[in-house]
C-alpha cells in the first residue's frame, strides 16, 4: 500500500493558477507509474493527467496545453500546475497510481474556480 497525500488547492478566480502536491510515503516512490485525477460534484472520478516513472506525460485533452504534470523522485512528490483555470476544472484532485489502487486513495484537496 502506497499512502498519499495530496495539498495545495484552494479557491481561484478564472484565469488563475495553482500547484497540487502529493507526497509519498513509500521509498520506492520512483518506480511506480503516477497520476492526477479528479472528481466534480455530480460526476465521476476521471484521470486528468499521468506521469511514467521515466518522466513521459500525457493529458486529458480538457487540460492539455493549460495543466502540467512533475515528479520529484527525491522527495517523493508529485505535482501538478493548474494553469489558465476554468469554472468548469472545480473539483476535489486527487493522486494516485497509474493505473490507481483501491487504498491508496487519499482525501485529495479541493480546487474552486470561480467566474
Known amino acids: 500500500q502506497v499512502q498519499l497525500v495530496e495539498s495545495g488547492g484552494g479557491l481561484v478566480q478564472a484565469g488563475g493558477s495553482l500547484r497540487l502536491s502529493c507526497t509519498a510515503s513509500?521509498?520506492?516512490?520512483?518506480?511506480?507509474?503516477m497520476g492526477w485525477y479528479r472528481q466534480a460534484p455530480g460526476k465521476q472520478r476521471e484521470l486528468v493527467a499521468t506521469i511514467t516513472k521515466d518522466g513521459r506525460t500525457n493529458y486529458a485533452d480538457s487540460v492539455r496545453g493549460r495543466f502540467t504534470i512533475s515528479r520529484d523522485n527525491a522527495k517523493k512528490t508529485l505535482y501538478l500546475q493548474l494553469n489558465s483555470l476554468k469554472p468548469e476544472d472545480t473539483a476535489v484532485y486527487y493522486c494516485n497510481l497509474q493505473p490507481p489502487l483501491r487504498d491508496s486513495w487519499g482525501q485529495g484537496t479541493q480546487v474552486t474556480v470561480s467566474s
Open positions: 513509500r521509498t520506492l516512490f520512483s518506480i511506480y507509474d
